[in-house]
């Protein structure tokens, strides 16, 4: 399981919300927000179902916390968006899918996107859902954006693209891809497909300038 949490190392309160947190996003992952069990996520977290609702009113509570305290950052971590700015978004966006589709799990291809899942499940139900989810799309299709901008003023992307249109399609050919992948139970189409998104990549590239001819 990848780094979804910094670890606390501050009051006994702190670390019982961490472990009801990293719990229930495992939960979560696994059956969905509306299967989970809170009998589950006090079982894995070792905790009492009064120190549950000592941090959490309610069950959607915990989830909105999921979202936006976990899920956020476990996806703005492995897809880059974290990282320092780049002056060349193209090279260092193939880098990302290339390492994503060489360090592809089984646990992944089973389960899917973590924030896809509660987009497909939960922003049709529950508007707060709805709101941290798509709060956490447009941080990360707006990191991507702002990259393909600054590759516009480097030189390294064409002037002629629309950053935001293209990261908006990025973003969703990566979501996509792992929906798919995950209905398939397939890690070879999800690999095909990122590698596919990489090759689009390159078209973003500003053509070779021609050297002038001689007289």
Same mark, same amino acid.
Request: charge should be positive.
């Given at each position: 399981?990848? $780094?979804?949490?910094? +670890?606390?190392?501050?009051?006994?309160?702190?670390?019982?919300?961490? +472990?009801?947190?990293?719990?229930? *996003? !495992? &939960?979560?992952?696994?059956?969905? *927000?509306?299967?989970?069990?809170?009998?589950?996520?006090?079982?894995?977290?070792?905790?009492? $179902?009064?120190?549950?609702?000592?941090?959490? #009113?309610? @069950?959607?509570?915990?989830?909105?916390?999921?979202?936006? !305290?976990?899920? @956020?950052?476990?996806?703005? &971590?492995?897809?880059?968006?974290?990282? #320092?700015?780049?002056?060349?978004?193209?090279?260092?966006?193939?880098?990302? =899918?290339?390492?994503?589709?060489?360090?592809?799990?089984?646990? !992944?291809?089973?389960?899917?996107?973590?924030?896809?899942?509660?987009?497909? &499940?939960?922003? #049709?139900?529950?508007?707060?859902?709805?709101?941290?989810?798509? %709060?956490?799309?447009?941080?990360?299709?707006? %990191?991507?954006?702002?990259? =393909?901008?600054?590759?516009?003023? !480097?030189?390294?992307?064409?002037?002629?693209?629309? #950053?935001? @249109?293209?990261?908006?399609?990025?973003?969703?050919?990566?979501?996509?891809? *792992?929906?798919?992948?995950?209905?398939?139970?397939?890690?070879?189409?999800?690999?095909?497909?990122?590698?596919? =998104?990489?090759? *689009?990549?390159?078209?973003?590239?500003?053509?070779? +300038?021609? +050297?002038?001819?001689?007289?």
């Amino acid at each position: 399981m990848a $780094k979804t949490m910094v +670890k606390r190392r501050g009051r006994d309160p702190d670390v019982t919300r961490d +472990k009801l947190l990293q719990a229930a *996003f !495992e &939960e979560i992952y696994r059956r969905g *927000f509306q299967a989970a069990s809170l009998d589950t996520i006090l079982a894995k977290a070792g905790v009492t $179902k009064g120190a549950l609702y000592h941090h959490f #009113p309610d @069950k959607a509570s915990l989830g909105y916390a999921v979202v936006d !305290e976990v899920v @956020k950052g476990f996806l703005l &971590e492995r897809w880059g968006v974290l990282d #320092p700015p780049s002056r060349d978004p193209v090279t260092t966006l193939q880098r990302i =899918l290339r390492r994503r589709a060489a360090n592809l799990t089984a646990h !992944e291809v089973e389960l899917g996107c973590p924030l896809n899942n509660l987009a497909q &499940e939960m922003s #049709p139900l529950d508007q707060r859902f709805r709101q941290g989810v798509s %709060a956490t799309f447009d941080i990360w299709t707006g %990191a991507v954006a702002k990259d =393909l901008a600054r590759g516009q003023a !480097e030189g390294t992307v064409r002037k002629d693209v629309n #950053p935001r @249109k293209i990261a908006a399609f990025v973003v969703a050919s990566i979501e996509g891809s *792992f929906g798919l992948a995950k209905g398939a139970q397939s890690a070879a189409m999800l690999r095909s497909n990122l590698k596919v =998104l990489g090759s *689009f990549l390159e078209s973003l590239r500003p053509a070779p +300038k021609r +050297k002038a001819a001689r007289t």
